[in-house]
């Protein structure tokens, strides 16, 4: 069995966030020959949710890696294999810097995204992940539950972003990680968390090498996986980045079906 795992915006997805007709008809080759496409996104559960069906129903089982690898689902029999989530000081101090900086903060909880106040980056959150949004002004006192990630959001000024990224360093260290997902979000995690992680955790219960695994995606937070997986490839349209890290780039991109490309060369070949 060979194990493909897939970022979902900018890679699995087109710009109209569906899977192009020339990648499921490719995933659903690879799952009768008996190898699985598994997910493994920064987004959550809710906003992941359709996509998972859609596997399902082309393969005999199937996963997801959430949050970043916060969580691992097991879609077919709808149990969780595997949950960290942040501490609530982190997730308070985290908010408390974000404000220093005037940049957006949000997290989650269930299938809802949770801000402090309403703004552009968190309506644009909404359309891009079809979630729904509850603005709270007092969130920081009613939060009661753990969440997988928060995430902070600036659409129109990416240094004052990065400023605040390395304003947080060094009080993040054994405490989250940070990382670019696009080019506006910023998602923080509990220390350790990592797509690339995920895959370890993932393969190991199901008994699956690593050097059977293969892992494609587009930014910054996909490059755990290339790096674990036992082939590291970037979607053509990734990140220069990204693209270095890389043993192959797709020659086609998100919309043009370079899923499609990666089984052809790699999973049926």
């Not at 043993?247 to 370079?258: F, L, M, P, S, V």
């Amino acid at each position: 069995m060979k194990l493909l795992f897939v970022d979902l915006d900018g890679t699995l997805l087109n710009d109209r966030k569906s899977i192009p007709s020339q990648n499921l008809e490719a995933m659903q080759r690879a799952s009768q020959k008996g190898h699985l496409t598994i997910i493994n996104t920064g987004r959550s559960f809710s906003s992941a949710e359709p996509y998972m069906k859609q596997l399902s129903e082309i393969q005999p089982h199937c996963y997801a890696i959430l949050y970043n690898g916060g969580m691992i689902y097991d879609y077919t029999r709808q149990e969780f294999l595997y949950k960290k989530t942040l501490p609530l000081p982190y997730v308070k101090y985290i908010f408390s810097q974000a404000e220093k900086f005037q940049i957006h903060c949000q997290t989650y909880e269930g299938s809802c995204v949770l801000a402090v106040r309403d703004c552009p980056e968190v309506q644009e959150y909404k359309e891009h992940s079809q979630m729904p949004v509850r603005i709270d002004p007092l969130l920081l006192e009613h939060l009661t539950e753990e969440p997988a990630k928060v995430l902070t959001s600036n659409l129109d000024n990416p240094s004052l972003h990065e400023a605040y990224r390395r304003s947080m360093e060094t009080w993040a260290k054994g405490k989250i990680s940070m990382f670019f997902s696009n080019e506006h979000y910023l998602e923080h995690v509990p220390e350790g968390i990592s797509k690339g992680n995920a895959i370890l955790k993932l393969c190991s219960l199901l008994h699956v090498p690593v050097s059977h695994t293969y892992a494609v995606g587009d930014a910054e937070n996909d490059l755990t996986m290339l790096q674990t997986a036992g082939t590291g490839i970037a979607m053509a349209n990734g990140t220069a980045f990204l693209k270095e890290q890389a043993a192959y780039i797709t020659t086609r991109n998100h919309n043009q079906g370079g899923i499609a490309e990666i089984i052809e060369k790699f999973i049926e070949n």
